[in-house]
């Protein structure tokens, strides 16, 4: 072959490639910084803790073989039990269904295969409550009051669609509770009631359409309720406390912004009542109190994180706390079954905080665990809501992050837009 005619090999040869090269400019990158990528991107020793409905024990997810499984420990005590052993991929998200056991799920093999497991609290009893092939799973409701049952949605029969059923913790036997079987119109969620009963499903129309279908008791069968365009959305949240035909509902039919309202899923219609709404921003969820029954406040995103209290004895609690840990968001995370016991997690815009455990009836605050301690929030640069008007007369909203100690004129730009696009960035 003629010199002339050999191919060259891919790639820049001048590119640096080495891993001592490389080094070097990760360390030039760094300049004066105490700081390293690495330090931004490194894993929390502890994170999503969660408090048992007894009260007595935290449970949360913390690095074993560099990756993530679940810890568990009493309150009041530093000594920690590791109940899960997984090595190959991290656990996606647990809860404790009683105070003896934990439900969590893992993807299989890195397909987002996403399965169910079972654990008891001491790291005994452990079951794989799905092993099914290529199967994925969701959790439809945690029934709270039923220690040994949940009910999840699974693709088993058909991998393009999810069908509801009882599963029993304990043993993993099953029961389907209602079918989805029209892959052209397939039903994409499922709703129950305060007692755990199946009676609201959601089906896609076209891939842009939804119909809200429903039924009065799980013997019967579902029904049209009202369908939607891709322009309109009548969300329902959750079951008024009687367990009627009303339900609360996030919804823009005939607004501009969205709006929480009570929806009478029998007779298809709104019942005239607005619990909430807000000149500027679309209204975001509905919290509430499983134990007194009670709506507590609408949560809503301005340019911070707000909630609009309609239960005074949450509005203390949550005056108490923000008075306790100035400076930060404060958002309650868990809490035991009787509601005095709670985890409680804080972030800034400079922080990613930490994670604190009260005792309301002992009036006790404690501080469990910095989440990023190795960060200084004193060094980190601040994010700042803007505003300006397009082109067309829109108000355009967004936070600007300057970098500490600069001037702020002739700065490079980095415009990091929002995802969706009907999604948007938060403060934090």
Not at 60 to 73: A, S, T
Not at 166 to 183: C, F, S
Request: hydrophobic share 30%.
């Amino acid at each position: 072959m003629h010199k002339s005619d050999k191919q060259a090999l891919p790639g820049d040869p001048s590119l640096p490639s080495s891993k001592e090269v490389l080094e070097g400019l990760m360390e030039l990158g760094k300049g004066n910084s105490k700081y390293t990528v690495e330090d931004f991107f490194r894993t929390p020793e502890k994170v999503a803790f969660q408090l048992s409905p007894g009260g007595d024990y935290l449970a949360y997810l913390g690095p074993y073989e560099r990756r993530q499984n679940i810890f568990v420990q009493k309150v009041g005590e530093n000594n920690a039990v590791r109940i899960t052993h997984e090595t190959e991929r991290d656990i996606g998200g647990y809860f404790w269904s009683s105070d003896q056991r934990l439900v969590y799920v893992k993807d299989s093999g890195g397909d987002e295969n996403f399965q169910l497991f079972a654990v008891d609290r001491d790291g005994s009893n452990g079951r794989d409550l799905t092993p099914f092939e290529g199967v994925k799973i969701q959790i439809i409701d945690d029934l709270e009051d039923n220690e040994d049952e949940l009910i999840i949605g699974m693709n088993k029969n058909n991998p393009m669609l999810f069908e509801p059923y009882r599963i029993n913790i304990r043993t993993g036997e099953y029961t389907q509770i209602a079918e989805n079987n029209d892959p052209a119109e397939p039903i994409t969620g499922w709703m129950t009631d305060h007692d755990g009963k199946l009676r609201i499903a959601i089906k896609t129309i076209a891939g842009v359409d939804h119909s809200l279908l429903y039924r009065d008791s799980e013997e019967d069968n579902f029904r049209t309720v009202i369908t939607t365009n891709f322009k309109e959305s009548m969300e329902p949240i959750f079951f008024e406390f009687d367990n009627s035909s009303v339900v609360y509902a996030v919804t823009n039919i005939g607004r501009d912004r969205s709006e929480i309202v009570k929806f009478d899923m029998a007779a298809g219609k709104e019942t005239g009542e607005v619990l909430f709404s807000h000149p500027e921003v679309d209204a975001g969820s509905l919290a509430h109190s499983r134990k007194r029954k009670v709506v507590t406040g609408a949560i809503y995103t301005t340019w911070k994180r707000e909630i609009k209290f309609f239960d005074e004895e949450r509005r203390k609690l949550q005056e108490y706390l923000e008075k306790e840990l100035p400076g930060y968001e404060v958002v309650l995370t868990s809490s035991n079954k009787n509601e005095d016991k709670f985890m409680v997690r804080t972030y800034s815009d400079r922080s990613l905080g930490a994670y604190y455990y009260y005792d309301q009836p002992a009036g006790k605050l404690e501080k469990i665990i910095e989440v990023s301690p190795w960060l200084d929030e004193q060094d980190m640069a601040s994010m700042k809501p803007v505003q300006y008007t397009s082109r067309d007369g829109l108000a355009i909203h967004g936070y600007l992050t300057l970098p500490g100690g600069k001037a702020s004129a002739g700065l490079p730009v980095v415009v990091n837009p929002h995802g969706g696009p009907w999604v948007r960035d938060s403060w934090g």
